[in-house]
T-cell receptor
Framework: DSGVTQTPKHLITATGQRVTLRCSPR?????VYWYQQSLDQGLQFLIQYYNGEERAKGNILERFSAQQFPDLHSELNLSSLELGDSALYFC?????????????????FGPGTRLLVL | AQSVTQLGSHVSVSEGALVLLRCNYSSSVPPYLFWYVQYPNQGLQLLLKYTTGATLVKGINGFEAEFKKSETSFHLTKPSAHMSDAAEYFC?????????????FGSGTRLSIRP
């Protein structure tokens, strides 16, 4: 158990609909990352939040948005859903460490939300 | 730009046999390299990582990987496969001191273990 929780585990919806995925990071982790994993595109970084603010953006569609709340949980909103949005959506949180090897973030992934768009 | 290539989308070995999962990278700067494992219906878990120093890195569950700069490789090995090793394995690369958002993942290799 990584300590990162995601709800729901499974989600089935129809094209054109809107869904919200939720992520709770590990206690004390300020960063939250969202990823999309699909068979054809592999694991794609979507967006990162740090302590409530957007920190980095990846291959996130305009139909998708995210936010991080004061209690550090995060939500990923997917709207105008298309068949191609069917995928596994992961959330990860991270802790930063400094050592002789330099600054490094270690990510901890949640179990994911499997979205099926029909 | 950085990239990572995993050779073989599916590898099958017998229980007790050597596991070898191949990963080659491309990077304009000395890279940080990672191996992650994804068990069925679970998220990714960090197996091991190379940042600097010793090129042979030991990880969890008996896995290890060796950074070979001359070959731009970071292959993952385990001397003796166990049934519980069946999973998908991802190699990843990033620049030093960069955010985890900059980690580039390979396409994954599914490892199957034959009894």
């Amino acid at each position: 158990d990584s300590g990162v929780t995601q709800t729901p585990k499974h989600l089935i919806t129809a094209t054109g609909q809107r869904v919200t995925l939720r992520c709770s990071p590990r206690s004390g982790d300020l960063s939250v990352y969202w990823y999309q994993q699909s068979l054809d595109q592999g694991l794609q970084f979507l967006i990162q939040y740090y302590n409530g603010e957007e920190r980095a953006k990846g291959n996130i569609l305009e139909r998708f948005s995210a936010q991080q709340f004061p209690d550090l949980h995060s939500e990923l909103n997917l709207s105008s859903l298309e068949l191609g949005d069917s995928a596994l959506y992961f959330c990860a949180s991270s802790v930063a460490t400094s050592s002789s090897g330099g600054y490094q973030e270690t990510q901890y992934f949640g179990p994911g939300t499997r979205l099926l768009v029909l | 730009a950085q990239s990572v290539t995993q050779l073989g989308s599916h590898v099958s070995v017998s229980e007790g046999a050597l596991v070898l999962l191949r990963c080659n990278y491309s990077s304009s700067v000395p890279p940080y390299l990672f191996w992650y494992v994804q068990y069925p219906n679970q998220g990714l878990q960090l197996l091991l990582k190379y940042t600097t120093g010793a090129t042979l890195v030991k990880g969890i569950n008996g896995f290890e990987a060796e950074f070979k700069k001359s070959e731009t490789s970071f292959h993952l090995t385990k001397p003796s496969a166990h049934m519980s090793d069946a999973a998908e394995y991802f190699c990843a690369v990033s620049k030093p001191y960069s955010s985890a958002s900059k980690i580039i993942f390979g396409s994954g290799t599914r490892l199957s273990i034959r009894p």
